[in-house]
């Protein structure tokens, strides 16, 4: 009977071992009643917590707040005409990021496991866990390479004048256009007509032609040789990522009060100082004043909601493993608004840094806004820049602003890690818990050599597909395939109760209309114009080749994969008669016993009132 107290007192122990489950659930109508965990529990089950509430606030803001927000978000506003994408952002934010958000922060820090073995709330499901592990491990591929690039161009600040403000460089073709030169000043080579409207800026030269070597590479099916000074980069930003994550979220939680908070102090000093650029009011009014005409266009809402999914972490199962470390009564639902406001505004500050910069771009050029930009992270590599090499002492905050692009990008990049661990430790605690730092190890070295390519001459060619197929539709799925997991298998009934046990009241009626019905809706309706919308790949004025769309569309069903393989695998491999085998493998692990006993036909999940009930 130990064993079973302890159970009924603590469901996280229930997901290890279905010999000593608990039989009920919170008001599950006569079964055994589940009590709030003691601290005392929290530490038996031996996981560690955060060591302030603090630590898990900033942590699960510096995953929310990274690279997205200050490259992929303004870029993506650019891509759909600035103020145009604003519309289903936000609406994507009220009714997809923020539900998301939310629900998974509860299970995390109710049943205090991983993004894999939470899903034992309803067994037939469990590989929406894998699924979302294989999207965090796609990211890792590539999201990483990006902040090895941060730290080349850091180390390249450290020098009197910034490698990408003259045209007299090696690396330099004919087309460069020097920010010296007059604005209708033509030059001639041969039978070449170079002006400021056809040359390229220092900055753009720099990142293509001597960071990347681009020019070496024809395109996605040619990547060419190894840059060692990239790989060495990236090389240094795994060692980092091992040295925190090797000792667990006791230390990561330390090293996100710097990362966390840095970027803020950078982009207001950009913003002031890209106000004061000649067309900069050009470039916010692009930004702020939208082209309702543009929200005809299918691609538009898509990519608002995988910008919103990307960048706020839903569907990634990070948030899930973070929350895992909580406290039982944390106040979660503080730091989900808090995370989702402080997401909000950190995106829209980057975008108004940006277009503030691409309107001096564009006055500079005598070009339009919208010709002005690059595609995928080249903004941080070329605008950001350009833009602080109009700071006075450049070279000082070049890498200050280079810092903060490798905090953001660390910040992200150890919560994924860190919830792939997670994740997997959860599933083989005995083989791997008190083997933490091999086990980060191998795995580690293991990312590393896969991001190799990306250290190639055509590694943004690599990049740029990643960033097309890990994180897109794929993500949108796993977060569908959450939401309609928790509130109709495992229920908006017993989702409210264990709600009201950590936090003391119910959610009101805006969460659970929206968690049961508006947000599955909306995913549903953003996969339909995400199908409508499958045009191949491009970057710049380079086409990708159509085996690697099919590639990147089997990246996708890969995640699906995951999922249906368990289905088929928890029908085949459990007892009794089809109809016995569904209502186990939709009922939540720790009820099994009690529903064996009772008899197959008591389950609530037979009862209408479980299918239609807001909680």
Partial sequence: MAAFDEVKCNPAVALHDLDKTRQGGPNDGGDVDVHPPTDELEHRDGRDTWGQKMDFLLSIIGFAVDLANVWRFPYLCYKNGGGAFLVPYFLMFFFGGM?????????????????????????????????????????????????????YYMFASIAKQLPWTQCDNPWNTIYCWDPGYADNETLYYNDIVINATNGRSPADEYYERAALHLHESSGFDDIGAVQWPIASCILVVFIVLFLVLMKGIKVSGKVIWVTAILPYVVLVILLIRGLLLPGSIEGIKYYVIPNFSLLLNKQVWVDAAQQIFYSMGGGFGVLIALSSYNKFNNNYYRDAIITSSVNAFTSLLSGFVIFATLGYMAYSKNQRIEDVATAGPGLIFVVYPEAISQLPGAPIWSFVFFVMVISLGLDSSLGAFECMFTGVIDRFPKLLKKRREIFVGFAMTIVFLINLPNATAGGSYVINWFERYAAGTALIMVALLEILTVFWFYGSESFCDIFEEMLGYRPNIWWRVCWKFISPLFIIFILIMSAMTNEGLT??????????????????????????????????????????????????EWEHKQLIKQGYMTSKRLTARHWYTLG
């Fill in 99 to 151: 539900p998301l958000l939310l629900m998974e922060l509860t299970i995390g820090q109710y049943f205090r496991q991983g993004p894999i073995t939470v899903w034992k709330i309803c067994p037939l499901l469990v590989g929406i866990g894998y699924g979302s592990m294989l999207v965090s491990f796609y990211v890792s591929w590539y999201y990483n390479a990006v902040i090895g690039w941060g730290l």
């Fill in 539 to 588: 970057l710049d004025d380079y086409v990708y080749p159509d085996w690697s769309n099919h590639l990147g569309l089997f990246s996708i069903l890969t995640v699906l994969i995951c999922v249906v393989g368990v289905v088929f695998y928890q029908l085949l491999t459990t007892a009794g008669s089809l109809k016995e085998r569904l209502i186990l493998a939709i009922t939540p």
